[in-house]
C-alpha cells in the first residue's frame, strides 16, 4: 500500500462544476503539500498545509491531522484548471525534507 | 526573484552513454532535491544535497550520483544510462530547517535511445 493515496485517479468535469480530490497518507508529517503539473511541464506548488484550511482563489485546500487525510476544492472550475494535481507528504521527524508523493490526479475540465 | 532553474530542459541520449543534469535554487534557498518522474507516475526521490553533501538518498543506484556547489546549485549525474532512465528529472529547492518555501523547477525531459 502506499504511503499517500489519492483519489479519483482520473476526473473529467464540465466547467463551473465544483471538484474535490482526496488524499490519505498513513505516515506521521509536519506538512502536505499540494502540487500542480500541467501536461509535459514542471510542478507548481499550490499549497503548503500544516493544519485548517487555506484559501487561494477558486482553491481550497484543508487538512485533518487526526484522520490523516487532506482533500483540494476547486470551485467554478474552468478548462485552464485541466492539469494533475499531486498531494505530497513531509515525513514527520525524518531529515529535512524528502517529499512522498501521491500518484495523481489528472483533471480534464470540459467548456 | 528567479526561481528554480533547470538545464537543459529537453536532451536525447544514446543507452550507455553518460548525462549530466543541473539546477540552479531559488535564491536564498541551501538545499536541493532531486526527483525523477516517469511518465504517469508520480516524482521519485533520488537524494538532496545540503552544504555540499549527499544528505539523504532514495532507493536509486550507483549509476545516480550528484554534487552541489558552494553557491547551492547541484548536478545530477547519471552514468551507463538505460532506456528505462527516460524521465523528467525535476530539482527543488527550500531552505533547511524550514518546511516553507519548496519550490520546484520546471524539470529536464531526458530520453534515451
Known amino acids: 500500500k502506499n504511503e499517500v493515496e489519492q483519489s479519483p485517479q482520473n476526473l473529467t468535469a464540465q466547467e463551473g462544476e465544483f471538484i474535490t480530490i482526496n488524499c490519505s497518507y498513513s505516515?506521521?508529517?509536519?506538512?502536505l503539500h499540494w502540487l500542480q503539473q500541467h501536461p509535459g511541464g514542471g510542478i507548481v506548488s499550490l499549497f503548503m498545509?500544516?493544519?485548517g484550511k487555506k484559501k487561494h482563489g477558486r482553491l481550497i485546500a484543508t487538512i485533518n491531522i487526526q484522520e490523516k487525510h487532506s482533500s483540494l476544492h476547486i470551485t467554478a472550475s474552468h478548462p485552464r484548471d485541466s492539469a494533475v494535481y499531486i498531494c505530497?507528504?513531509?515525513?514527520?521527524?525524518?531529515?529535512?525534507?524528502?517529499?512522498?508523493f501521491g500518484k495523481g490526479t489528472k483533471l480534464s475540465v470540459k467548456p | 526573484d528567479a526561481g528554480v532553474t533547470q538545464s537543459p530542459t529537453h536532451l536525447i541520449k544514446t543507452r550507455g552513454q553518460q548525462v549530466t543534469l543541473r539546477c540552479s535554487p531559488k535564491s536564498g534557498h541551501d538545499t536541493v532535491s532531486w526527483y525523477q518522474q516517469a511518465l504517469g507516475q508520480g516524482p521519485q526521490f533520488i537524494f538532496q544535497?545540503?552544504?555540499?553533501?549527499?544528505?539523504q538518498r532514495g532507493n536509486f543506484p550507483d549509476r545516480f550520483s550528484g554534487h552541489q556547489f558552494p553557491n547551492y546549485s547541484s548536478e545530477l549525474n547519471v552514468n551507463a544510462l538505460l532506456l528505462g532512465d527516460s524521465a523528467l528529472y525535476l530539482c527543488?529547492?527550500?531552505?533547511?530547517?524550514?518546511?516553507?518555501?519548496?519550490?520546484f523547477g520546471s524539470g529536464t525531459r531526458l530520453t534515451v535511445v
Open positions: 544535497y545540503y552544504e555540499e553533501e549527499e544528505r
Open positions: 505530497a507528504v513531509m515525513n514527520y521527524g525524518g531529515s529535512q525534507g524528502n517529499l512522498i
Open positions: 527543488a529547492s527550500s531552505l533547511d530547517r524550514h518546511y516553507y518555501g519548496y519550490t
Open positions: 505516515v506521521g508529517i509536519s506538512a
Open positions: 498545509l500544516s493544519s
